[in-house]
């Protein structure tokens, strides 16, 4: 059984701001501990949100409380009456996750039977303690970098697999693969924009996200793959042409990395479509259906590489001019 930080954080929280309320002697003061459990949120940025539509809420509450009680009386009435025309007030100011927590407020006022000033100020900093606490455990939150690399290794893995897949079915027709690795593509990159996404937002002044941007240039490229399914299956494995696109599909799929060489697959493209103009023009509509699938393909490929090349700064040295290498030789 796995015990997760969130859990251990409510674990925590709890029993602290209890032992706080009491130390400060307040009435109800279990009710922190409520608050406390209400706030413990997946990420900082969600955790301040939460935490001020809570504090909101909970004012709001105390003031609704008042007026409804003190007016109409300490009945279930009251309470029906209240609450029929507060939760619109928490709606109209975008509060409603504080909902809970100002009922634990406004419950705790009803049970008094008489509000005062002193009262007031109890259930305030009652407030204060349950939502601080959970604030203040809040701002720990762990490393997802770890998480995100296991992702991100797999996804890459996956990739080579199905590139290389496709590389046997144009040369051999193997229909073996069953296609498992886009089933599980498709899956790791939804836990990965759910990672993301919270890691995103436990890191409040930071604007760019390398990994935000890398899953999302993969995701354009997944879906490039898919593609590619049907254009692939519709290959001749006798064509010249087919069989130097599997050894290009064999040989990307070894160097799927975080880095980046699209650069050089990009060149090899060009010289693969000079030799795809260069090859007699179709005779019949069988080979001119292969044909334009040929050509249809290429371009598809060359859009997944164009994705990778953008996506990071090449890892391939420029080449030298002439110039330049005459003039290290003369150093040398």
């Given amino acids: ?13 709890t029993p602290v701001s ?14 922190a501990g409520i608050l ?14 939460s935490a001020w539509q809570r504090f909101l809420a909970c004012v ?35 509060v409603t996750p504080g909902i809970a927590s100002s009922s634990v407020v406004t419950l705790n006022l009803y049970s008094t039977s008489s509000i005062t000033g002193p ?23 762990p490393s997802l970098d770890k998480m995100l690399k296991t992702n991100q290794d797999k996804l890459e893995e996956n990739f080579s697999r199905i590139l290389y897949e496709y590389s046997l079915y144009i040369r051999d027709k193997d229909s073996s693969w069953k296609g498992e690795e886009i089933t599980d593509t498709e899956d790791i990159l939804t836990k990965a ?8 937002e436990n890191h409040l002044l930071r604007s760019d996200h390398t990994y935000f941007d890398y899953f999302q240039m993969r ?51 060009r010289q693969l479509r000079r030799e795809f103009h260069e090859e007699e023009l179709p005779t019949n509509r069988e080979e001119f259906e ?13 859009e997944y590489l164009i994705i990778k090349n953008k996506f990071k700064k090449t890892d391939i040295p420029p080449r030298k001019s002439h110039k330049e290498k005459n003039r290290e030789n003369s150093l040398s």
């Fill in 1 to 13: 059984m796995k015990i997760g930080y969130r859990t251990i954080k409510t674990a925590i929280g």
């Fill in 18 to 31: 209890i032992t706080l309320a009491q130390l400060f002697g307040l009435t109800n003061f279990v009710s």
């Fill in 36 to 49: 406390t459990i209400l706030c413990i949120q997946p990420s900082r940025k969600r955790s301040l949100m």
């Fill in 60 to 94: 709001l509450a105390m003031v609704f409380s008042f007026i409804f009680f003190e007016l109409i009386g300490y009945s279930p009435i009251s309470i029906f009456i209240m609450l029929l025309l507060f939760i619109p007030v928490t709606v109209f100011f975008k």
């Fill in 119 to 141: 009262l007031l100020a109890d259930q305030l900093l009652l407030i204060t303690i349950g939502i601080g606490t959970g604030l203040l455990l809040n701002l720990y939150m």
């Fill in 193 to 200: 924009n759910t990672l993301v996404q919270r890691d995103r």
């Fill in 219 to 269: 995701k354009r490229q997944f879906e490039l793959l898919k593609k590619m399914l049907p254009l692939v299956t519709h290959l001749p494995n006798t064509d010249y042409i087919s069989n130097r696109i599997a050894d290009f599909f064999e040989k990307l799929s070894t160097s799927v990395h975080p880095g980046n060489t699209a650069i050089l697959f990009l060149e090899e493209l």
């Fill in 290 to 302: 292969t044909r334009a699938n040929l050509f249809q393909l290429l371009h598809e490929i060359e």
